[in-house]
């Protein structure tokens, strides 16, 4: 069955600093992927998502790059806030429309 | 607002009964997804549907069970509950016809406490 992983799980960076978080797949029909971000006690929310056909995105302070041949995908989020601190989760999706979550990255910015 | 709507918010119920989760879906949706999301932990895909037919399969116990209904809305129903039961699930849903069908929507979700 597909895979999806995601590291680091914990992440702690200072005010003005990047972050990195990196989702491995497993199945290579995977044609879309997003990134979204869960603030504590709300819904999952789509911040970036990139298709196949695109190597780079970017959208002011985030970004993502795909390298589909080695199957991963990252979220570059530059001079981080703290109101960037959340849980980030990628989602790879098929094109036969399956979504797997992957576990979660949990982001601390601190002041 | 997502436009994904689920009832009810908030439901506390006992070990052993059975509830349901109902999710209406964004206009025009075909596909319906339900998440589970226990304390602390990441997004469990339960199942999907797509224009009434279930199309995938996670990791829903059997005393769980889902359908979608011709008006596209879809039920979640949670039977024999345990205290393990008690998270938060998600509705989610997306329209593959279009090219930006590729997001999901998620609703608010339903808060259920298994006492």
């Known amino acids: 069955g597909e895979n999806v992983e995601q590291h680091p799980s914990t992440l702690s960076v200072q005010e003005g600093d990047s972050a990195v978080i990196k989702c491995t797949y497993s199945?290579?029909?995977?044609?879309?992927f997003p990134w979204y971000k869960q603030e504590l006690g709300k819904r999952p929310q789509l911040i970036i998502d990139?298709?196949?056909?695109?190597g780079e995105k970017k959208d002011q302070r985030i970004a993502v790059t795909l390298n589909k041949t080695a199957k991963h995908f990252s979220l570059h989020i530059t001079e981080t806030q703290p109101e960037d601190s959340a849980v980030y989760f990628c989602?790879?999706?098929?094109?036969?429309?399956?979504?797997?979550f992957g576990p979660g990255t949990s982001l601390s910015v601190i002041p | 607002d997502s436009g994904v709507t689920q009832t009810p918010k908030h439901l506390i119920t006992a070990t052993g009964q059975r509830v349901t989760l109902r999710c209406s879906p964004r206009?025009?949706?075909?596909?319906v997804y339900w998440y589970q999301q226990s304390l602390d932990q990441g997004l469990q895909f339960l199942i999907q549907?797509?224009?009434?037919?279930?199309?995938a399969k996670g990791n829903i116990l059997e005393r769980f069970s889902a359908q979608q209904f011709p008006d596209l809305h879809s039920e979640l129903n949670l039977s024999s509950l345990e205290l393990g039961d008690s998270a938060l699930y998600f509705c989610?849903?997306?329209?593959?016809?279009?090219?930006?069908?590729?997001?999901?929507?998620f609703g608010e979700g339903s808060w259920l406490t298994v006492v």
């Open positions: 989610a849903s997306t329209n593959s016809r279009r090219l930006s069908g590729n997001t999901i929507y």
């Open positions: 199945d290579s029909a995977s044609n879309y």
């Open positions: 990139i298709r196949s056909n695109v």
């Open positions: 989602a790879p999706k098929t094109s036969y429309d399956k979504v797997i």
């Open positions: 206009s025009g949706d075909l596909s």
């Open positions: 549907y797509y224009n009434g037919e279930e199309r």
